[in-house]
């Protein structure tokens, strides 16, 4: 099956500090890849989409000078939380597809902004 | 307007009773998908099942079965015999072929006491 990897699985970090989620497809080639925020007990939000070789499409209320995603080839697409702080700490979680109709989803990120 | 409604918030059950998860969805498109996804406490969404919108035939996996009813725009998924291990959030999702985003729920956590 399709297998979407995530590193780190965890991140712990100074405010003011920029950190950076990898999210790779492992097995197959990804034309779409997906960013979402989870809150606790909350639900997924999409922050952007992101299509190879092309600048992501966010959200409505997702800055893209805060939340920089680069989508550098069919299989790794980075999120780096700029100038982190204690309120972007969250499940950082991203999805990868190769067709319309399916996403696969990595296994996350907790980022903790001290 | 939300797309996908999981009315049930918390629901608790006593090991081995039988419970369902309710999904509503509301989509203008004739093609689309739908899911459900397992959430344990380690955050890493567990892919349960998809079905396009043309499939109306009920499916059963071992102890998770699904009912999917395009007249009332619904898509419930049912536990039988419900374990300790089921404990998770477990969230309803729509795919429209117009489009590549996914749209949840906003989850149904399920706690099942010994």
């Known amino acids: 099956g399709a297998v979407v990897s995530q590193h780190p699985s965890r991140v712990i970090c100074k405010s003011g500090t920029s950190v950076k989620i990898e999210c790779r497809s492992l097995?197959?080639?990804?034309?779409?890849m997906f960013w979402y925020r989870q809150f606790p007990k909350k639900s997924l939000m999409l922050m952007a989409t992101?299509?190879?070789?092309?600048?992501?499409?966010?959200e409505q209320g997702v800055e893209k000078d805060k939340f920089l995603i680069n989508h550098a080839s069919l299989t790794l697409s980075t999120l780096t939380v700029t100038s982190a702080h204690p309120e972007d700490s969250s499940f950082y979680i991203c999805?990868?597809?190769?067709?319309?109709?399916?996403?696969?989803f990595g296994p996350g990120t907790r980022l903790l902004v001290l | 307007a939300q797309k996908v409604t999981q009315a049930q918030t918390e629901i608790s059950v006593v090991e081995k009773e039988d419970v369902t998860l309710d999904c509503v969805y509301e989509?203008?498109?004739?093609?689309?998908?739908l899911f459900w996804y397992k959430q344990p406490p380690s955050g890493e969404l567990v892919f349960l099942i998809r079905?396009?919108?043309?499939?109306?035939q009920n499916e059963i996996s071992g102890r998770y079965s699904w009912n999917f009813q395009k007249s009332t725009s619904s898509f419930n998924f049912t536990i039988t015999a419900s374990q300790v291990v089921d404990s998770a959030v477990y969230f309803c999702?729509?795919?429209?072929?117009?489009?590549?985003?996914?749209?949840f729920g906003t989850g149904t956590s399920l706690t099942v006491i010994p």
């Open positions: 999805s990868a597809s190769r067709t319309k109709e399916t996403q696969y």
């Open positions: 097995d197959f080639q990804a034309t779409t």
């Open positions: 992101s299509n190879e070789g092309s600048k992501a499409t966010y």
């Open positions: 989509t203008r498109d004739t093609t689309y998908y």
């Open positions: 079905r396009n919108s043309f499939d109306e």
């Open positions: 999702a729509l795919s429209e072929f117009t489009g590549n985003q996914f749209y």
